[in-house]
């Protein structure tokens, strides 16, 4: 049973640290000057799309994780402390969702 809950909250820690940083470098990413990372990130490359289901997008992951659009994150990402707010806002509303389901 210790065995279980130890290997669930290291699982949790480590899902908390993966949001934490796909958060923090997607602010990294739209406020640098490449636009090539930028157009990979925000999913804007032309070409045919393969057959079956559509992957997630990472977009698509930062759109869940702070609850806002994408112009609010592109506005909030260009203000580093107000990004960093939210980033940290996301972390905790992640580990107080998965304290309630536990």
């Not at 909250?9 to 958060?23: D, G, M, T, Y």
């Not at 997607?26 to 490449?34: E, T």
């Amino acid at each position: 049973m210790r065995q279980s809950l130890r290997n669930f909250q290291v699982r949790r820690n480590l899902l908390e640290s993966i949001r934490k940083r796909k958060l923090s470098f997607f602010g990294h990413i739209c406020r640098s000057k490449c636009t090539l990372m930028k157009d990979i990130i925000q999913g804007k490359l032309e070409g045919k799309r393969g057959r079956g289901r559509p992957r997630a997008a990472y977009l698509d992951n930062i759109k869940t994780w702070t609850r806002r659009n994408s112009t609010e994150i592109y506005t909030m990402t260009e203000r580093r402390e107000e990004w960093r707010k939210l980033v940290q806002k996301a972390v905790r509303a992640a580990n107080a969702s998965r304290s309630d389901a536990g």
